[in-house]
């Protein structure tokens, strides 16, 4: 199945995503993913990427568009994929239509992570990010073994200045103007579940492979 995740930060798109594509076996694809790797390995689209980035600049929607068409063209993604961080608006919506309807793709599920105000801020504010690999972990519900220090490699763990509360508030107002139509978006197509995400997010996980059964029965889960 190829499904995208939707919901506001916070929600818990991209460790659900990740999840869910192991337990289904398809590729997770994340636009910011996507320019880290460009941007990492050097490429065309990666040091033009750079060059906005290194400015404090957001990436013009037409070079995200052209990463995510390179990669939908990989054989991989016939299998299914779990896409999330993208589309953030309608326009983009339309364009990743566009995007898949090229090597005969669409979108089969769009799942909406509805998330209350104050378990967001819960969950941003207590957010803590690897200067180094950029793993994420969190004060409270994940925290590293060795205080404000990476499992993984070691490197510090800091706080992004966007999670503190006042900014995550500010961000919920924007998403709720700017995305919140995209939900309509895919209600229109008849493709839309929503369910609830406040939970523990192993039981989140579960609620959502649970809709995807419902959606294909022959859809294979690993444990």
Known sequence: MNIVLLGPPGAGKGTQ???????LGVPHISTGDLLRKNVTDGTELGREAK???DKGLLVPDDLVTRMLTNRFEQKDVRKGFILDGYPRNTAQAATLDGILSGPGLSIDMAVYLDTCEEVIVQRLS??????KCGANY??????????MICDSCSAPLYQRADD???TIRRRLEVYNKESAPVIDYYAEKGILSRLAADGEALAVLDKIIDLVRKNDDSVKVKK
Do not use: I
Request: a positive charge.
């Open 126 to 131: 207590g957010r803590l990010v690897c200067s």
């Open 164 to 166: 503190k509360e006042e």
């Open 51 to 53: 060059s906005y980035m």
């Open 17 to 23: 995503s990740k999840r869910l594509a192991e337990r």
């Open 138 to 147: 969190h004060a409270v519900n994940m925290p590293p073994k060795k205080t």
